[in-house]
């Protein structure tokens, strides 16, 4: 069965310094990996996924993740964070050719002033 | 594009009652997902449809829990009868998973906050 972990419930950082949530994962085979934002009262906004190619990946609002095959994680990264990127963050995986996307259970970052 | 829409956005409802929720998926897109979201449990994936055939089921969590799409703009989750512990947001995404690999991007509605008193 595959699983996604997301160690940290909450991830404090001060404005304009850099973000990092973490993600590991467990699929067999290739896995096609996903982040994806939500914002009190609304819905998941896609952020941006690996599927295959260069293991870092670039997203919208000026997140990235990298791939790591070997540590099986794909960590989201944000250089300079803004208060408005404060929000609940999911990573979700999904076996290559299967159809059943599998979320971490979310981290929420908070970023202060 | 509209997006994903979902009604109602938010739902009371005593325990006993039927509850209908209403999903209409970005046009074009032949993949639709009922998720559940709940404190306790996260995400949980209910049903997916592919091109309007229920592909896996194994999500609803008792046969209280029924899904249709009767076409390709439309699909319901219906609730009979509810319970408290039915209360979560549950959100409607679609993709458009042409190949079956699933690596499309699945966009979300903005969920229906269900509260079954």
């Known amino acids: 069965a595959q699983s996604v972990a997301q160690p940290e419930d909450q991830v404090n950082v001060a404005e304009g310094n850099p973000l990092t949530v973490k993600c590991t994962y467990s699929v067999s085979g290739n896995p096609y990996l996903f982040w994806y934002v939500q914002y009190p009262n609304r819905g998941l906004q896609f952020l941006l996924k690996?599927?295959?190619?260069?293991?870092l990946v670039k997203g919208s609002y000026g997140f990235e993740a990298e791939f790591n095959k070997s540590q099986t994680s794909f960590h989201l990264k944000k250089p300079s964070a803004l208060v408005s990127d404060s929000a609940l963050y999911f990573c979700?995986?999904?076996?290559?050719?299967?159809?059943?996307?599998?979320f971490g259970g979310g981290t929420r970052v908070l970023v202060k002033p | 594009d509209a997006g994903v829409i979902q009604s109602p956005r938010h739902e009371v409802t005593e325990m006993g009652q039927e509850v209908t929720l209403r999903c209409k998926p970005i046009?074009?897109?032949?993949?639709l997902f009922w998720y559940r979201q709940t404190m306790m449990r996260g995400l949980e994936l209910l049903i997916y449809?592919?091109?309007?055939?229920?592909?896996?089921d194994s999500g609803m969590p008792e046969d209280r829990f029924s899904a249709k799409m009767p076409n390709a703009s439309f699909s319901t989750l219906k609730i009979q009868p509810s319970e408290p512990r039915d209360s979560a947001v549950y959100f409607c995404a679609s993709s458009a998973d042409f190949s079956g690999q699933g690596a499309e991007t699945q966009y979300f509605g903005p969920g229906t906050r269900l509260l079954v008193l």
């Open positions: 979700a995986a999904l076996k290559a050719a299967g159809n059943k996307l599998t």
């Open positions: 690996y599927i295959t190619g260069d293991n």
């Open positions: 046009s074009g897109h032949n993949s």
């Open positions: 449809f592919n091109n309007n055939v229920p592909i896996d």
